[in-house]
């Protein structure tokens, strides 16, 4: 049974930094691109970065400069550093990743971290 679970969420303060991880773990052959999502109470979900299975990022405009995605392929590990943090990156934060197991390839969910940047 594959699972992808987020960690690295927390209260901080305006202009504080985090490190998210998403961890995959289970038979997994292989990981296609994983990307990282947003949803901030009564929004809809966001996309905010993905990482390619050969290294290539994308980041939504609002996050840009400020977040950084990264992939550590031996770990089956993607990381999301969110610096320069503001009120409105207030939000359940969430990974999703394209997984290729022993019974096919899937999309995951994981269940959401947690993120809270007070003024």
């Known amino acids: 049974q594959v699972q992808l679970v987020e960690s690295g969420g927390g209260l901080v303060q305006a202009g504080g930094s985090l490190r998210l991880s998403c961890a995959a773990s289970g038979v997994i052959f292989s990981i296609r691109s994983v990307s990282w999502y947003r949803q901030a109470p009564g929004k809809q979900r966001d996309l905010v970065a993905t990482?390619?299975?050969?290294?290539?990022?994308n980041y939504a405009d609002s996050v840009k400069g400020r977040f950084t995605i990264s992939r550590d392929n031996a770990k089956n590990t993607v990381y999301l550093e969110v610096n320069s943090l503001k009120p409105e990156d207030t939000a359940v934060y969430y990974c999703n990743a394209g997984i290729r197991s022993w019974n096919g390839d899937y999309d995951y969910w994981g269940q959401g971290t947690q993120v809270t940047v007070s003024s």
């Open positions: 990482i390619t299975a050969t290294g290539v990022t």
